[in-house]
């Protein structure tokens, strides 16, 4: 099936007892039994919901895997496949990630003893020297938030089959429109649903994906224990923004194009972070495992100051300055004091983010509108 209609279709059964082509909002929390564990599959809202049941075989579809869960959040969700751990377990990741997932690694998992170690995954000899018996996780970003770095997902995955350590790959850059990690053996796919799959900013939600059975059992019960779902009318939200994917990222892609050239270009512009210039070091990569370059961008200004990038953070009018990325309208950030502010600075710096990066999610609007938008507050 293509990918436009499995992503118009991916969990869509008409409502059986309506009609109704559109999932409904289930907003109930608990379901009548015919008798003492005697029920239609539903018994409490926490631990299975319709409307959620649908979003999660629609998960399962777009990202080319068997099982699919929704979670309060992104953050949510890698909270639960860290709850796979026990004290002693090791974790390697990328030295460049999205700065809540580095918050719930040092600040919350450490202390309970899950040792992380951070290393440049654009060479994945890094991971291989890293490893140790105790290694039980592999996380991976691609491409990076916010420097766009690629990881080999395939290099990955071998290195982590053969330390029998898990590869989660958060894929939320990416969406499941440019990329698929379950395709090249990773064990599970991570995304922030708030971002590209619920696309219209109105959203906070997270999924995992994966293809074991044993793995989507033990992940199940962690979501039921703890809790951490969301409401029906959110899961009604992500499967709408989902059947719109593909159209939206196709423009996020074109525009993504325009703009990354555009910036290249500028005389006052510095270094443009986007994985799909020829020379940037993890093309070729990036071009085997992904379907485009998507439309998330990262540069400096020539006058590196803190003060030049904030004037211009400050001054675009089409690019709103705000957290969070993937929804249809573009949006400008400051990492260093938004995304990315639990990170701390010398470790920031060590890793190529620098205080006065910019990153951009460019939206769905006119290529040329955006383009003057930046002009403007560049050349003010």
Not at 47 to 55: D, E
Not at 134 to 153: G, R
Not at 358 to 363: A, C, D, P, Q, T
Request: with cysteine.
């Amino acid at each position: 099936m293509k990918l436009a209609t499995k992503f118009i279709h991916a969990g869509s059964e008409p409502d059986p007892s309506t009609g109704a082509i559109m999932t409904p909002i289930y907003q109930t929390s608990t379901y009548v039994q015919e008798a003492p564990g005697k029920n239609k599959g539903f018994e409490y809202a926490r631990s299975q919901n319709p409307t959620r049941k649908a979003l999660e075989e629609a998960f399962a579809v777009i990202e080319n895997g068997k099982h699919g869960l929704a979670f309060s959040s992104g953050v949510a969700a890698t909270d639960a496949v860290l709850k796979l751990l026990v004290p002693g377990d090791e974790v390697i990741a990328g030295n460049d990630l999205y700065g809540g997932t580095y918050r719930l690694f040092t600040k919350i998992y450490e202390k309970i003893g899950i040792r992380f170690i951070f290393v440049d995954m654009t060479d994945v000899n890094n991971i291989s020297k890293a490893v140790t018996p105790k290694t039980k996780l592999i996380w991976v970003e691609t491409p990076t938030n916010p420097l766009l770095n690629i990881t080999d997902i395939a290099a990955t995955v071998a290195i982590g089959k053969a330390a029998k350590a898990l590869v989660c790959v958060d894929n939320t850059f990416a969406s499941p429109y440019l990329q698929n990690p379950l395709d090249f053996g990773a064990d599970i796919v991570l995304h922030s649903a708030t971002k590209y799959l619920g696309g219209h900013s109105d959203v906070i939600q997270g999924a995992l994906i994966m293809n074991d059975d044993s793995l989507r059992e033990q992940l199940y019960f962690i979501q039921k224990s703890c809790g951490a779902v969301p409401g029906p009318q959110d899961c009604f939200l992500v499967l709408r923004g989902i059947k719109t994917l593909h159209v939206r990222m196709q423009r996020h892609c074109e525009n993504g194009i325009k703009i990354a050239h555009w910036l290249r270009n500028h005389p006052k512009v510095g270094k443009v972070y986007w994985c799909g210039f020829e020379d940037h070091p993890g093309y070729a990569i990036a071009s085997k495992q992904m379907r485009g370059f998507g439309g998330m961008i990262s540069f400096t200004l020539k006058d590196d100051s803190v003060a030049t990038a904030t004037k211009v953070l400050s001054s675009t009018k089409l690019f709103s300055l705000a957290e969070s990325l993937g929804g249809v309208e573009s949006l400008i950030n400051h990492p260093a004091s938004m995304t990315h502010a639990s990170i701390p600075r010398e470790e920031r710096v060590k890793n190529g983010l620098s205080d006065s990066l910019i990153r951009l999610s460019v939206g769905i609007e006119d290529a040329d509108d955006l383009i003057e938008d930046l002009r403007k507050a560049i050349e003010q």
